[in-house]
């Protein structure tokens, strides 16, 4: 009896001081700007916009706490990840090298990617990087700094998708699934076999992985995975009805935040819960992160397709002449696709020592036609972000 008691006191106790997201605080703060956000918000629905805003304040131990607000969102309304879920392939493949403990293999190793099932490609060069040759370290580069679609792939191939989705789970990210490659068309069957590969140091062979097959389908309950009235199919053929993301992956707002906060504040989590990551595995995603295309020498890109806030949707808005902010760093990773505009993101000025995380979605389609490439990310989606994350760092400049 007593130890009954004493177990419903310590519920009540973590019930009373549990934080509760706010719903109403960035609502009524956006309602209160109509010239910036009444697009969006008139139809908010339409437009399927979700934000997750997570305060971060700092007690005398430096430990970090939170303070969640949230508009709109919902974990089972469906919504297209795009190329947010690269931020978690990242995690996974370094946790892979480390985990597998084999001596000699490491993030820098030559990754030589090889085909054993239909459609499979090879990747024996990589002119992209300094010695000329894939490497893990080589491709999480890629995807932080533009979101490389071939340089998630191959890192979906080395981490298998069975174990990305073990994993996904094991981090309590339940309304999240990584199912297949992106931008190649991949699904069904040809998703569930992934490429060998094998790793050298030089000419020596370190380590061989062989092909993968996973039979699971990672079923999740969600709701909005038809949309639409038409899309264009393969041949560019308008079907006339609905279009259907239901077998497409999935990244909930709530998870992506989650996912964040663990490799941003790792502090904030017990040891065994954290990222087995090293701290220069840290260094290399924040560095990444945070890194602007037109900063980097290996790859080297082109400034006039990436230009510098080209990944920055957050505050920036993606625009090609923004002004950029010398106290503010931005760690994120954003997706675009079918009309969606995500972006996953860390707020840190250390100057006004602010920071927070930011996590939004928002499409537009007005035409509601799926893969005819009309889409108004530059009317409606782009400023929404840039506005959104602009007034939420000048809210957290305001605070005492």
Known sequence: MLKTASFLLCMIGINVFAQKTDTVFLEKLMKSKPELFSVVLNHPEKHQVQVLYTQIKRDKNNKPIFTSYSYNLNDHHYFYPASTVKLAAVIFALEKINDLKVKGLDRKS??????????????????TSQNGLPSVEHYIKKILLTSDNDAFNRLFEFIGRAEINTKLKKYDLLNSRILNRLAIGDSGEPAK???PIKFYNGTVLVYSQKEQYDPKEYPLTLGNTTMGKAYLDSNEHLVNKPFSLAGKNAFAISDQQALMKRLMTPEAFPVKERFHLTPSDYQLIYTYMSKLPTESDYPKYD???F???YAK???YGREKDAQFNPDLKIFNKYGDSYGFIIDNSYFKDE???IEFFLTAVVQSNEDG?????????ESICYPFMKNLGRMLYEEAMKAP
């Not at 099932?117 to 060069?125: D, E, M, R, S, W």
């Open 110 to 127: 030559t990754m030589i990617t090889d085909s054993s099932y239909k459609g499979q490609t090879k990747v024996l060069k990589d002119p």
């Open 193 to 195: 076999h992934t490429n």
């Open 303 to 305: 400034p006039k397709e």
């Open 307 to 309: 230009w510098p806030a």
């Open 313 to 315: 949707m957050l505050y």
């Open 351 to 353: 100057k006004h020592q």
């Open 369 to 377: 036609i799926f893969n005819d490439g009309k889409y108004e990310y």
